[in-house]
């Protein structure tokens, strides 16, 4: 069945210091994969996507995800955090082909960011 | 100018009674989506609409009935609401690729 993980429910870091968000994808093809930021009271932003080519993907707000296919996974990382980026962040896969299709999600991480 | 709009942002209710949630979107895109999002943030798609015409439709009670008047408009009607459809739905809308953009949530709390 398709399905997406991320392990963390809660992740808790320091400003300036770096993050790495686990995401990792069981699915019949490598679909396509997207990173989505949740900041409280507030609708889904995307961060950014892999659909082909380069597996380091560069995303807005200072993001970005490596797409691993031996190992299913699409991690999202950034070098330094600000405070700003406490939120619920969403891994999503979606199936190839076809402009519309559904999202999967993973059930999401919560980061807190510490002064 | 919001891309995706929805209206009421909050929606308190008592049990049993008929809501409606409406979902605009000005982007000129074909498809448009609902999902639920439940109390530990599980989302989940519940319908899609391309062009007007229902294309995804998870397992969703029939209480639960979307409508597409047209392509920029995507509404959902809840009938006989119950305790466990408390939760936030957000609509969504997708072009010719897959990257699909969210409104920001609709908050129905049934009492």
């Known amino acids: 069945a398709q399905s997406v993980t991320q392990p963390d429910i809660h992740i808790t870091v320091s400003e300036g210091a770096s993050l790495e968000l686990r995401c990792n994808y069981s699915?019949?093809?490598?679909?396509?994969l997207f990173w989505y930021v949740q900041s409280p009271g507030q609708g889904l932003q995307l961060l950014l996507k892999?659909?082909?080519?380069?597996?380091l993907v560069q995303g807005i707000k200072g993001f970005e995800a490596e797409f691993k296919r031996s190992q299913s996974s699409f991690n999202l990382r950034k070098p330094s955090v600000h405070w700003s980026d406490a939120a619920e962040y969403f891994c999503?896969?979606?199936?190839?082909?076809?402009?519309?299709?559904?999202?999967?999600f993973g059930a999401g991480t919560r980061l807190a960011v510490h002064p | 100018d919001t891309a995706v709009s929805q209206t009421p942002k909050y929606l308190v209710t008592q049990m049993g009674n008929d809501k409606s949630i409406k979902c605009e979107q000005n982007?000129?895109?074909?498809?448009m989506y609902w999902y639920k999002q439940d109390s530990k943030k599980f989302l989940k798609i519940m319908f899609s609409?391309?062009?007007?015409?229902?294309?995804i439709n998870e397992t969703v009670p029939n209480r639960f009935s979307p409508k597409s008047p047209d392509k920029a408009h995507l509404n959902l009607h809840i009938n006989s609401l119950e305790l466990g459809d408390s939760a936030v739905y957000f609509c969504?809308?997708?072009?010719?690729?897959?990257?699909?953009?969210f409104g920001a949530g609709t908050r129905l709390s049934v009492l």
């Open positions: 999503a896969v979606a199936p190839r082909g076809g402009g519309y299709n559904k999202l999967i």
């Open positions: 892999y659909f082909s080519g380069d597996t």
């Open positions: 982007l000129g895109h074909d498809t």
């Open positions: 609409y391309n062009n007007k015409e229902l294309i």
């Open positions: 699915y019949g093809a490598t679909p396509y």
């Open positions: 969504a809308s997708s072009g010719d690729f897959a990257i699909q953009y």
